[in-house]
């Protein structure tokens, strides 16, 4: 089945602004979310702020896309330090709708400097 690339006006490819999403069938696959504001600039705020723009920034892509992220099927978060898991939690359910995603992975990574980088697939079909 043919895919179609969807991005926000801002997008830039994973590591921008925003994700990109690729639209195929009844799902999108959002890939990259990081905490950098819509004119380039990294988020090197709190824990919660740079949490708070990643979602802002999945978010405004699953929307150009056509999907909600309360349509989630798989969520991977990542995380630099396991000791910011609670913080994330309370910002994944306002975001989200549940604390407890139907998959998520949390893994120390190193994140180009950021503490968090959230992916997700969401259900688009009827």
Partial sequence: MAKRAVSTPEAAP???PYSQAVVAGDHVYLAGAV???P????????FEEQARQVFTNLQKTAEAAGASLTD???VGVYLRDFGDFAA???LFAEFFGAENAPVRT????ALDGFDIEVDAILYTGS
Avoid: E, H, L, Y
């Fill in 14 to 16: 994973p590591g921008g």
């Fill in 35 to 37: 905490p950098t504001k």
């Fill in 39 to 46: 004119d380039g600039t990294p988020v090197r705020g709190t």
């Fill in 72 to 74: 989630a099927v798989r």
């Fill in 88 to 90: 994330m939690n309370s």
């Fill in 106 to 109: 949390t893994i120390p990574v």
